[in-house]
């Protein structure tokens, strides 16, 4: 057991940030917008946040300058793919490849930088004996993710606010008709799905790994992105995937220490192979994922047609 609450510990931290993305990237889907990007404004984040945590000292900073930068790249895509009716996929890519090459030239300076962030745990609790260390040691965004999660699937199944971001994810025609500003509900979505994923990248640079090393996000992004289709829309699967993504990614380091007979890049590729599996086992049923999937996902709508 003393052996296992460091792994499990290890897996809590390293599913936060693709939970956390995946989140986001899940409010987006669910008002009809797919946004490829997350992988470019999560490295964007990471950047900015490492940036001005390492210029002021302060972590809270650093958080906020992170969400800032996504949200203001998420709001360009807004203006591009909700007003000006641009192709959602292909803006997406764009902002992914924007934020990789951006955030590789404005970390230039910073390459071998590390900051020392500071013990965190939930006192009274932390203290215990392997419980203690598996679940009560971690930094607050690894608890404010999972009330995120669980605020979440209240917003979209309890309230108002919810059923109305669902019904312009299904039918913006119909939510239009009945009065309901479609595209100020879609930009909406779109800055918290970047909010959610510049605190993701953020995360990387000042919990998971402390430094700043050019492409760090590592494809997590693009991660995030098959969560939202293999929890078919939900938030608690979407838990459950991101930990599940993340025990993968950790056991690989595990094995890769134990000095398991197997190349470090075929671990290395682990958890992308289970990426690619489990979205070839989805799109086996394709009724399924028609039911559960937002009728007008990737679909521009003009009110003035």
């Known amino acids: 057991m003393d052996a296992l609450a460091p792994l499990i510990a290890s897996t809590i931290v390293a599913g936060t940030p693709l939970m956390l993305a995946g989140l986001g990237l899940l409010i987006n889907e669910r008002s009809g917008v797919i946004n490829l990007g997350s992988e470019g404004m999560m490295l964007m984040g990471a950047i900015a946040a490492f940036a001005?945590?390492?210029g002021t000292g302060s972590f809270t900073l650093g958080f906020l300058a992170g969400a800032l930068v996504a949200m203001l790249m998420a709001g360009f895509f807004s203006w591009l793919t909700i007003w000006l009716g641009a192709n959602q996929v292909a803006t997406g890519?764009?902002?992914?490849?924007?934020?990789?090459?951006?955030?590789?030239?404005?970390?230039?300076p910073y390459a071998g930088e590390s900051l020392l962030p500071p013990q965190f745990g939930v006192p009274g609790l932390k203290d215990?004996?392997?419980l203690g260390l598996a679940f009560f040691s971690h930094h607050p965004m690894v608890y404010a993710t999972l009330v995120l999660c669980f605020g979440i699937a209240w917003f979209l199944g309890r309230t108002r606010a919810g059923l109305i971001v669902r019904a312009v994810g299904e039918s913006p025609s119909s939510a239009h008709s009945l009065g309901y500003s479609v595209r100020r509900i879609r930009?909406?979505?779109?800055?918290f799905g970047g909010m959610c994923c510049g605190l993701a990248g953020a995360f990387m640079s000042l919990v998971y790994t402390p430094l700043w090393v050019e492409g760090m996000v590592a494809g997590r992004g693009w991660i995030a992105l098959a969560l939202v289709a293999f929890a078919t829309?939900?938030?608690?699967?979407?838990?459950?995937?991101?930990?599940l993504f993340g025990g993968i990614t950790i056991?690989?380091?595990?094995?890769?220490?134990m000095g398991v007979p197997i190349a470090s890049q075929l671990l290395s590729m682990l958890p992308y192979i289970a990426t690619i599996v489990v979205l070839v086992l989805i799109s086996r049923n394709a009724s399924w994922i028609r039911l559960n999937m937002p009728a007008s996902l990737g679909k521009t709508f003009n009110p003035n047609n």
Do not use: C, K, N
């Open 128 to 130: 215990i004996p392997v």
């Open 187 to 191: 930009l909406a979505a779109v800055l």
């Open 52 to 54: 001005t945590t390492l």
């Open 233 to 243: 829309w939900r938030p608690f699967r979407l838990l459950v995937g991101a930990y």
């Open 251 to 257: 056991l690989t380091y595990h094995m890769q220490a």
């Open 93 to 108: 890519l764009a902002l992914s490849l924007f934020g990789v090459g951006t955030s590789a030239y404005l970390g230039l």
